[in-house]
């Protein structure tokens, strides 16, 4: 599908992954508070979850990974853009694609907040 600017959310993961490497190097030589970087890392996960959910299916809330709308239990990777772009339907896979770039935002801001 033509049209999508991936770049925002590409911008997001170099953020995220930076801060994920950050939180790494720490882990293998542990210094100050441990517990709350702990928490971080929970809250993390956290990031990724849509209080909206996925388009047509509102309890599955997870951007990354959840069951697809048509694949019974099969896992689908990133599924609110995936399965937008499978239906060829442009306009909620720019939406989805604003959700995923936030909530990729919202864990490297949850690692940043680490000191």
Do not use: C
């Not at 490497?21 to 849509?50: C, W, Y």
């Not at 995936?82 to 864990?107: F, P, Y």
Request: proline content about 4%; glycine content about 8%.
């Amino acid at each position: 599908m033509s049209g999508l600017d991936f770049g925002s959310l590409e911008a997001a993961n170099l953020r995220f992954l930076a801060a994920a490497q950050r939180i790494h190097a720490r882990q293998l030589t542990p210094a100050g508070d441990m517990a709350k970087m702990n928490v971080a890392l929970r809250e993390t996960e956290g990031a990724f979850i849509s209080q909206e959910g996925l388009p047509n299916r509102p309890w599955y809330k997870h951007v990354v990974f959840a069951p697809g709308e048509f694949t019974g239990y099969a896992a689908v990777v990133i599924p609110g853009v995936s399965e937008a772009i499978d239906s060829r339907n442009a306009q909620l896979a720019k939406e989805q694609l604003e959700v995923l770039t936030r909530a990729v935002d919202g864990a490297a801001d949850t690692l940043n907040a680490v000191q």
